[in-house]
Every structure is written in structure tokens, then in C-alpha cells.
């Protein structure tokens, strides 16, 4: 598991910078972690599962030869919020807060318990509200400018059948970018946002491509460039935004998505004209040799 290879930045980038990704034991927020390390960060790292964080800064110590904080942490809990961001603070200030963590499913929303509803919604939405809130406090007693940054998804934009908690929860979690932008730009506090595309990790393809999925068109189809997401190029976005680069960046959200939601927006027709053969547009041309 290695992301280096020709890249833009120096590999002191990040040196000096304290940041927390929540969820970062798994999928797109470990490697977004490991990018952060390799840059020089000093990484925390929590979730629910003490197992996998232990492998994950295992992984990281073995692959980098760097020690990573880890949290067991459910940020459902504000009470185990707020004890672990006195833990960290303890050890010093973050300088990041990513807001990673996440659940999903693919439900009819006719047929949700509240539990399920609330099982998304508390994660998403409080959980990053939590965490926002609680690294936000603190550096605002400090004076200690920090960032937030927050994982989108396309659902926070145009709605998402299917996934309408996670739809919901992303576009809250996107509100709360926009508007302490405004609240906490003045303590020199950012907040920015990252949308991915399809990104292939473990937990969302088991909960949102299940093998009934099999038999639909594949999922490149539904993307411009048609491919998926590799995770180095989310990771190099997230680096980007937390540096001194983005400095003048608030506010905003950044859809890396290879041109998906366009594709959608543009309606199934679009990918079957782009399979037309150059007879089929020369036969709709008025000047074309119709011979
Ligand atoms: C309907 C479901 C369900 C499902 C769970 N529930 N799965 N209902 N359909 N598929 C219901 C349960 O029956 C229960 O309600 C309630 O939800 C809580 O379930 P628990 O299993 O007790 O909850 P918990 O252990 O807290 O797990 C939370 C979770 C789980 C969200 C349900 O999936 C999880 O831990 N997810 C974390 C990782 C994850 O989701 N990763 C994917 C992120 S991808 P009742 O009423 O029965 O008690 C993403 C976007 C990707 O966000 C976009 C890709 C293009
Ligand atoms: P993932 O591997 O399942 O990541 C989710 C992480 O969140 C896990 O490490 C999980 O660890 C943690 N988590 C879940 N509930 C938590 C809780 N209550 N408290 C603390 N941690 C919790 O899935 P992923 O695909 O990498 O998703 C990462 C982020 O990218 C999410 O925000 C997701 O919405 C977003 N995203 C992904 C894609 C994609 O294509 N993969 C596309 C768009 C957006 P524990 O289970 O141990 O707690």
C-alpha cells in the first residue's frame, strides 16, 4: 500500500500539522491519512473498532516508520466527542479536523425504522456537527487558526434515491461548511468540502453495490471519463485544501468525481449518442453526402 509517486508537493508539506481524521482506520480515510503522513503530518485517527485502528497504525508504522494517535470513538456520542478531543488537546492543538466518518445503505425510505434514520443522520450530521463544534471551541479560546474539512457526496447536491439519510445528513454537513465560513472566518478558521465520486472501498461497495447491482450498466458508464476514482488523487484534493496553497478557499466544496453528476444531469441519452457511429451524425447533417 503506497500512494507516492510524482506529485506536486514537497514531502515537508505538511510538517508540523496536527490533524484528525474520524473514520481514518478504513477505505478513503486511511489513505487520505497515509498521504498526510507521507507529507509529514502528525495524524490521529479514531472510529469505533479498536481492531482496525491498531492494524492501520500498525500498517503506518511498518510502511512509514511513523507513529499515528489513534481514538476509539463513536462520534454519535458527544460526551466521547468531547472526552477525546480533551485527549488529544492534551498531547496539543489540531490544526485539521477532517470529518471522514460515515454510514450508508441502500433502504426504500417507505420502509426505514427511525433507528436506521437516526443510524445515518448521528453519524454524518451530528458526528461532524460534534467534532466541528468541539475542535471549533477550542481554537477560538486559543486563537489557534484551524480547518475543517468535510467528505461530501453527490447526494449533498442533487438529492440521491435510495440514500435519502445520507443525502439528507451530506447536505446538513455541507450547510454547516457555508455557514461557519462566514461565523468562524473572522478567527481565521476555513471550512471546505470534498466530493467524491465513485471511490471503490470495502464499506461502501458492500452496503451500496450489492450483487443485485450485478447486471446494471457498470458504473463506468455513468461517469465522463469512465473510470472510477483512484484514491491518491481524492488524497493529493484533501492535501491540497488543508495547505497554505488553499489559504484564501472557504466556503466551498470540491466535486472530484470524473464528471459524474454531469453525466447524470445530462440523462441516459447522452451515453448512447456517444456510442453513435459517424454515419448516425453524418445522416442528421443537412450538408452530408446522403448518398
Ligand atoms: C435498512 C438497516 C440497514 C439496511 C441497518 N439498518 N442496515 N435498515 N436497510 N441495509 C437498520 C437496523 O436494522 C437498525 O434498525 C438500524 O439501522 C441501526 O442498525 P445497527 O446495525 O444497529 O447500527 P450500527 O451498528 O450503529 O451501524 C450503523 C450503520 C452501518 C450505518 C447501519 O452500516 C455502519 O456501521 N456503517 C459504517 C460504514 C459505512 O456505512 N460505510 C459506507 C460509507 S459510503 P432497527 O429498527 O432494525 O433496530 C458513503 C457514500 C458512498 O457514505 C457513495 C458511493 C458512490
Ligand atoms: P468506510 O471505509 O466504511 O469508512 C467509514 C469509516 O467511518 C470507517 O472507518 C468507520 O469505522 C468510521 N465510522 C463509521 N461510523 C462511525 C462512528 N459512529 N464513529 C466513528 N467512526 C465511524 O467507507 P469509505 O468509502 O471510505 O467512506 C469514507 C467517506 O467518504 C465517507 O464520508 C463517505 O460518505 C465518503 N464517500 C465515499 C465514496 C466512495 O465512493 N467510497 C463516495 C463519496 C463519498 P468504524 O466502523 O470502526 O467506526
Known amino acids: 500500500m503506497t500512494l507516492a509517486r510524482n506529485t506536486l508537493y514537497r514531502d515537508d508539506l505538511l510538517a508540523g500539522q496536527r490533524i484528525l481524521i474520524t473514520g481514518g482506520g478504513s477505505g478513503l480515510g486511511k489513505s487520505i491519512g497515509q498521504r498526510y503522513v507521507e507529507l509529514g503530518a502528525d495524524l490521529v485517527i479514531c472510529g469505533r473498532r479498536a481492531e482496525v485502528l491498531a492494524q492501520t497504525a500498525q500498517e503506518f508504522q511498518d510502511l512509514l516508520g511513523v507513529r499515528i494517535e489513534t481514538h476509539v470513538c463513536d462520534v454519535r456520542d458527544a460526551q466521547a466527542v468531547h472526552a477525546m478531543m480533551d485527549a488529544i488537546w492534551a498531547q496539543g492543538p489540531l490544526d485539521v479536523l477532517l ?17 436506521a434514520f437516526d443510524a445515518v443522520v448521528d453519524i454524518v450530521l451530528k458526528g461532524s456537527a460534534y467534532c466541528t463544534m468541539e475542535a471549533g471551541r477550542r ?16 447526494s449533498a447536491l442533487t438529492g440521491m434515491p435510495y440514500t435519502v439519510p445520507s443525502a439528507m445528513a451530506k447536505a446538513g454537513a455541507l450547510a454547516m461548511i457555508r455557514s461557519l465560513a ?24 458492500k452496503r451500496l453495490m450489492p450483487q443485485e447491482r450485478i447486471g446494471e450498466a457498470p458504473i463506468e458508464h455513468g461517469v465522463a471519463l469512465r473510470r472510477v476514482g483512484e ?35 445530462a440523462g441516459a441519452s447522452a451515453y448512447h ?7 448516425t451524425w453524418d445522416s442528421l447533417h443537412p450538408k452530408k453526402d446522403k448518398a
Open 99 to 115: 470529518n471522514n466518518a460515515a454510514g450508508n445503505f441502500l433502504a426504500r425510505t417507505d420502509q426505514l425504522s427511525t433507528r
Open 139 to 154: 481554537w477560538i479560546a486559543a486563537g489557534h487558526k484551524g480547518t475543517v474539512m468535510s467528505i461530501l457526496t453527490q
Open 182 to 205: 462566514v461565523e468562524w472566518g473572522p478567527y481565521g478558521i476555513r471550512t471546505v468540502g470534498v466530493v467524491p465520486g465513485p471511490f471503490p472501498t470495502e464499506g461502501a461497495w
Open 231 to 265: 484514491h491518491h488523487e481524492l488524497a493529493d484534493l484533501c492535501v491540497y485544501l488543508i495547505s497554505d496553497s488553499a489559504a484564501f478557499i472557504t466556503g466551498e466544496a470540491v466535486v472530484i468525481d470524473g464528471g459524474r453528476w454531469l453525466q447524470g444531469a
Open 273 to 279: 449518442m456517444q456510442q453513435w457511429p459517424d454515419s
